[in-house]
């Protein structure tokens, strides 16, 4: 069973930068097709990116891309997601997720394991 563990959420200014990481353990890293999502208060979770096992594909949704970047490091079990130019609305929690499938899938269904998630709050 994989664990994961998000840290790195906080407050910041909107324009402001930050830097999610997931850690993961329990299973062989390198084999996980990984995700971010994020959940806002009455909102569904809703993807923000892929990372293939690779680190070859990579998905961005249309309300992250140019302004956030995920990477990993398969020596490290940890993924990222940086973060620049936050606005209000990108206020939310924020979740890891992992699969063992080497399909990056971009919906809920698709990742069988979950971190707690990490607040994410940006101040207008």
């Known amino acids: 069973q994989v664990q994961l563990v998000e840290s790195g959420g906080g407050l910041v200014q909107a324009g402001g930068s930050l830097r999610l990481s997931c850690a993961a353990s329990?299973?062989?890293?390198?084999?996980?097709?990984l995700a971010w999502f994020r959940q806002s208060p009455g909102k569904d979770r809703e993807i923000l990116s892929t990372?293939?096992?690779?680190?070859?594909?990579?998905y961005y949704a249309d309300s992250v891309k140019g302004r956030f970047t995920i990477s990993r490091d398969n020596a490290k079990n940890t993924m990222y997601l940086q973060m620049h130019s936050l606005k209000p609305e990108d206020t939310a929690t924020y979740y890891c997720?992992?699969?063992?499938?080497?399909?990056?899938?971009?919906?809920?269904?698709?990742?069988?394991?979950w971190g707690q998630g990490t607040q994410v709050t940006v101040s207008s």
């Open positions: 997720a992992s699969s063992s499938s080497r399909y990056s899938s971009t919906t809920l269904a698709g990742y069988d394991n």
């Open positions: 329990g299973g062989t890293f390198s084999k996980l097709t």
């Open positions: 990372i293939s096992q690779s680190a070859v594909d990579i």
